[in-house]
């Protein structure tokens, strides 16, 4: 069953950008932290960004500056736009939800950023 819906991946040039999304609105539980991850082939998968309840940001030092995380608490959606895109953000981004009063979280499908030379 589908709890998280992705959107807005695709292909860009180096230092444009894109918009991703995350519709959480399917888990009925109250959400602590909302995020993105990604993995790029052969390496781990890492923290982009990470939003909490109250709005408490933390984000990789290698998009500091060039991406911003929001969330809407109210339909429970997270977005990251990423601006100034390079070519080592190419990866699949992941949304990310832990839940409020449990250890329960969810992953999305992924979305595949490809940002050419």
């Known amino acids: 069953q589908v709890q998280l819906v992705e959107s807005g991946g695709g292909f860009v040039q180096s230092g444009g950008s894109l918009r991703l999304s995350c519709d959480a609105s399917?888990?009925?539980?109250?959400?602590?932290?909302m995020g993105w991850y990604r993995q790029a082939p052969g390496k781990q998968r890492e923290l982009v960004a990470s939003?909490?309840?109250?709005?408490?940001?933390n984000y990789a030092d290698s998009v500091m500056g060039r991406f911003t995380i929001s969330r809407d608490n109210a339909k429970s959606t997270v977005f990251l736009q990423m601006n100034s895109l390079k070519p080592e953000d190419t990866a699949v981004y992941y949304c990310?939800?832990?839940?409020?009063?449990?250890?329960?979280?969810?992953w999305g499908q992924g979305t595949q950023v490809t940002v050419s030379s």
């Open positions: 939003i909490t309840i109250a709005g408490t940001i």
């Open positions: 990310h939800v832990q839940l409020l009063f449990s250890n329960l979280q969810y």
């Open positions: 399917k888990i009925r539980n109250s959400i602590r932290v």
